[in-house]
């Protein structure tokens, strides 16, 4: 059974940091592209962050570009969200999710496809 444990939210200030964990389990991790997706109330669901099961290559949302930070561990089987100075617009609940990159199949760096999603954790930057 393929499950995502998030963890390292919390509330911290304008121009904090917080570095989020994505400990993954029921998979072979080198195998899936890895995902952070945020939520704020009012909005749809943002690819804020992607990285290639291959560690290659990785995407950011634009909104984010230049603070936040996404790496992988394939030993430990975890993936980070590091992110600097933040801003009240960060205020969402952030998921971890995976992508299998099958054989025969591609999908850019930047695609929303995922397949397995963690339950979330509360990012609240205050003003």
């Known amino acids: 059974q393929v499950q995502l444990v998030e963890s390292g939210g919390g509330l911290v200030q304008a121009g904090g940091s917080l570095r989020l964990s994505c400990a993954a389990s029921?998979?072979?991790?080198?195998?899936?592209?890895m995902g952070w997706f945020r939520q704020a109330p009012g909005k749809e669901r943002q690819l804020v962050a992607a990285?290639?099961?291959?560690?290659?290559?990785?995407y950011y949302a634009d909104s984010v570009k230049g603070r936040f930070t996404i790496s992988r561990d394939n030993a430990k089987n975890t993936v980070y969200l590091q992110m600097n100075s933040l801003k009240p617009e960060d205020t969402a609940v952030y998921y971890c999710?995976?992508?299998?990159?099958?054989?025969?199949?591609?999908?850019?760096?930047?695609?929303?496809?995922?397949?397995?999603w963690g339950q979330g954790t509360q990012v609240t930057v205050s003003s």
């Open positions: 999710a995976v992508r299998r990159m099958d054989s025969g199949t591609y999908y850019s760096i930047g695609a929303l496809k995922y397949d397995y």
């Open positions: 029921g998979l072979i991790f080198s195998r899936y592209d």
């Open positions: 990285i290639r099961w291959s560690g290659g290559s990785t």
